[in-house]
């Protein structure tokens, strides 16, 4: 049981760093769309950017010892069916969306800029 997804953060020298979880998986689109609006001061600095995603996501669970986990090049565990696995590369700015998952030989099935990745899945902000 558990509602599974991952999300990709390609990093300098090409290397994809995992972040799977185990209960959030349908929401991740939202969560990563949030988490990229509040890195945006960061995008230039990949090391930070990168951290901000991952600590937005994850939020006040980082003392659960179960939930989230961290990979390198290969995604963690998969709803079946999966749910998109969203994979962002801080340059040049897209986030490709790959369905049902990302395989390093398989194309994206949709490529977004930040900006309209934040605007589609993003929650609505009141003004």
């Given at each position: 049981m558990g509602d599974r997804g991952n999300?990709?953060?390609?990093?300098?020298?090409?290397?994809?760093?995992?972040?799977?979880?185990?209960?959030?998986?349908?929401?991740?689109?939202?969560d990563l769309a949030q988490a990229l609006a509040v890195a945006e001061p960061r995008w230039n600095d990949i090391t930070y950017a990168?951290?901000?995603v991952i600590s937005q996501i994850?939020?006040?669970?980082?003392?659960?010892?179960?939930?989230?986990?961290?990979?390198?090049d290969t995604p963690g565990d998969t709803e079946q069916p999966p749910h998109p696995t969203p994979v962002v590369s801080f340059m040049p700015r897209p986030v490709s969306v790959y369905a049902p998952h990302w395989?390093?030989?398989?194309?994206?099935?949709?490529?977004?800029?930040?900006?309209?990745?934040?605007?589609?899945?993003?929650p609505l902000i009141e003004s």
């Open positions: 999300v990709g953060i390609i990093q300098p020298g090409g290397h994809v760093l995992f972040l799977y979880t185990h209960w959030t998986g349908s929401q991740l689109v939202t990168t951290r901000i994850i939020g006040d669970q980082w003392d659960n010892p179960s939930g989230y986990g961290l990979s390198i395989a390093p030989d398989v194309g994206a099935a949709r490529v977004h800029t930040f900006h309209k990745f934040i605007e589609l899945y993003g």
